[in-house]
């Protein structure tokens, strides 16, 4: 059986009273019965002195003066309840002694060891018990002494029942006493050790009641004893795992959103190598259909081919953390940078974290840079070997000729206008890339801006007997942009067409009002470009003919410039050509105000 701890401090403390009344009662009783005895012992030595005494002189003489003793001792043992008195003389014989036992023995000698001790003049005294009747009896054998020399004895025996009687109420009441005190002791010990196991039991209950998950329990505090301090610091406890799981959980959200909404994919594998996790970012790098409930799935199955054999017992082995490039993808190539960083707790592996990220812009962000500086060199290249070789033969003599020297410097002449252009359409690209291009709008009539523009190609289609007409609107079309920006958009347009139309050929431009814009077309009857090569040509340096464009000057940067130019107003330019049949280039412009913000307002 279990005994609570009530049960215990009750018999603990119980067997301590006990303990303590036996002992207080057992040195209470010996005392007693000590005192009891010695007083009982003083009063037989009075009285056998005083008998003693009061028979010296008739010991003295040693008459046979039996009788005379005998009711001497009668009288004087009659004042004494429960002794026997009995005198010896000197030789030890019976001189008196109580009525009828004695009567018998009266001149006999009586040969004692306590009598013989007294008779050679020694007081003895002694408890003794009687066998037969099991009484206890007090012995006192007192020698009469006549001037030192010891003429009889006198012999008492008192029986000491009345004492021991006594003794034993006394330890009845005692007892008693003792029982009552204990039966109340144990009733106010389970009352007391009650107040004590009262709110232990409630605070285990509560505590148990936490353990299932119920935060909100309090104690009522009743007093201000450490059991009060008990429940004071559970409270506090509570409260304070309420607050500690509030930032934990809060932590956890932040920590969920963290994962939800950021690019980088992230897969966690426990150690055992199946999924914990699985973020958004990670099913949409991973292309991954199934729902993220489909957790504890092995990482062959979420890495579906990505990873060999080989490669998977590697990562699960739990080696250092590692960065691995992968390519995934059957139609669109993707390239992630993979990085697998082992979690561990007290040192050993708990799982792996894998993070992907996806790198496929800035691969081809850095290829697209690199083959821009390759395009860049390689188109400044041209025009200074060209240059250089010119000079060196103008160097070698020919400039002596004249004629020769005109050529040749002509050639270095428009060979560095290239140069120029070049650098100049870069420059511009470069300010647009990094937003330093100040953007000046203004309310502009787009009909009166066109025919501005025409005015200056107008006597170049002429030259090259190219018919150019137009179709723009009577009513001023008022639409918000930077017109030296859309000069140079007409101007690379209108280059084109004219550079890429045969003489005799048409050039139309456009204007109109359409979906709350304008969109503006440049048309001709040009050469056009072979379907294959349309989506391609708004890439900087993209020429269909390379050779041919470069002859007449292009840079290849023109389309791109002009691209780059209206998606800045918030416009859209698309091309459409039929080869051998002609070209169209359509922009348009969104009427509504761009914000502001990407504007630098023009004042005045
Ligand atoms: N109107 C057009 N007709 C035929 N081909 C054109 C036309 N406009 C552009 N292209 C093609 O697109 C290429 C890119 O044009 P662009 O960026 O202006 O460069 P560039 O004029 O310096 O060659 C040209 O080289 C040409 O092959
Ligand atoms: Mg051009």
């Not at 030192?148 to 004492?163: D, K, M, P, Q």
């Amino acid at each position: 059986m279990r005994v609570g701890m009530q049960g215990k401090i009750v018999l603990l403390y119980s067997l301590l009273i006990l303990f303590a009344m036996q002992l207080s009662g057992v040195y209470l009783v010996k005392s007693l019965e000590n005192y009891y005895l010695r007083n009982y012992a003083t009063s037989q030595l009075a009285q056998g002195e005083l008998l003693g005494n009061f028979i010296r002189r008739y010991l003295v003489k040693e008459e046979q003066q039996d009788e005379l003793i005998s009711s001497l001792i009668a009288e004087f043992g009659g004042g004494m309840t429960g002794t026997e008195t009995m005198v010896l003389d000197r030789h030890g014989r019976l001189l008196g002694g109580p009525e009828q036992r004695s009567l018998s023995l009266l001149g006999e000698r009586v040969i004692q060891d306590d009598v013989l001790l007294a008779l050679a003049g020694n007081r003895v005294e002694a408890i003794r018990v009687d066998p037969d009747t099991g009484v206890r009896y007090y012995f006192l054998a007192l020698p009469v002494k006549n001037m030192s020399s010891v003429v009889g004895v006198v012999f008492l025996r008192g029986s000491l029942e009345h004492i021991y009687l006594l003794l034993k109420e006394i330890k009845l009441i005692l007892i008693t006493g003792w029982g009552i005190v204990l039966g109340i002791a144990i009733v106010i010990g389970f009352l007391l050790t009650r107040t004590i196991t009262m709110p232990i039991r409630e605070v285990t209950s509560r505590a148990a009641a936490m353990a299932g998950g119920n935060f909100s329990q309090r104690i009522e505090v009743r007093s201000e004893d450490e059991i009060g301090e008990l429940g004071q610091m559970f409270n506090f406890l509570t409260a304070r795992l309420k607050d500690t799981l509030k930032e934990i959980s809060s932590e956890k959200n932040k920590v969920e959103a963290i994962l939800n909404y950021m690019s980088d994919g992230i897969v966690a594998f426990n150690k055992e190598g199946k999924s914990i996790h699985l973020n958004p970012a990670a099913q949409k790098i991973l292309e991954w259909t199934g729902s993220r409930a489909e957790l504890g799935l092995p990482g062959e199955v979420i890495f579906d081919k990505l990873f060999t054999p080989e490669e998977m017992l590697e990562l699960f082995r739990g080696g250092s953390p590692s960065t691995k490039e992968v390519h995934i993808g059957d139609s669109r190539e993707k390239i992630l940078q993979v990085h697998f960083a082992p979690f561990k707790e007290n040192g050993t592996l708990q799982g792996i974290l894998v993070v992907f990220h996806d790198v496929t812009k800035e691969r081809i962000f850095s290829l697209m840079q690199q083959e821009f500086v390759a395009n860049v060199s390689h188109e400044l290249r041209t025009p200074l070997t060209t240059i250089k070789n010119y000079i060196e033969t103008l160097l070698n003599g020919a400039q002596e000729d004249p004629g020769i020297r005109m050529r040749f410097l002509q050639v270095v002449e428009k060979e560095t206008e290239r140069m120029v252009k070049l650098v100049k359409d870069l420059l511009i690209l470069s300010q647009i890339d990094y937003q330093e291009t100040k953007w000046v709008k203004e309310e502009t009539d787009i009909a009166f801006l066109i025919y501005e523009i025409l005015d200056q190609v107008e006597l170049e289609c002429q030259a090259k007997g190219i018919f150019l007409h137009t179709l723009l609107p009577q009513q001023p079309l008022l639409i918000s942009l930077d017109k030296d920006k859309i000069r140079q958009v007409m101007l690379n347009l209108l280059d084109n067409a004219l550079k890429f139309t045969p003489p005799g050929g048409e050039i139309e431009v456009r204007a109109c009002e359409k979906d709350s814009g304008v969109c503006v077309s440049v048309k001709d009857t040009g050469i056009g470009i072979p379907p294959e090569e349309v989506d391609r040509v708004f890439e900087r340096f993209y020429r269909v003919d390379k050779t041919r464009s470069r002859h007449s000057g292009g840079t290849g940067l023109g389309l791109s410039i002009a691209k780059q130019i209206i998606e800045a107003h918030g416009g859209t330019v698309f091309l459409e050509s039929k080869l051998e049949e002609g070209t169209e280039v359509t922009f348009c412009l969104p009427l509504e105000k761009h914000s502001e913000d990407s504007w630098v307002s023009h004042e005045g």
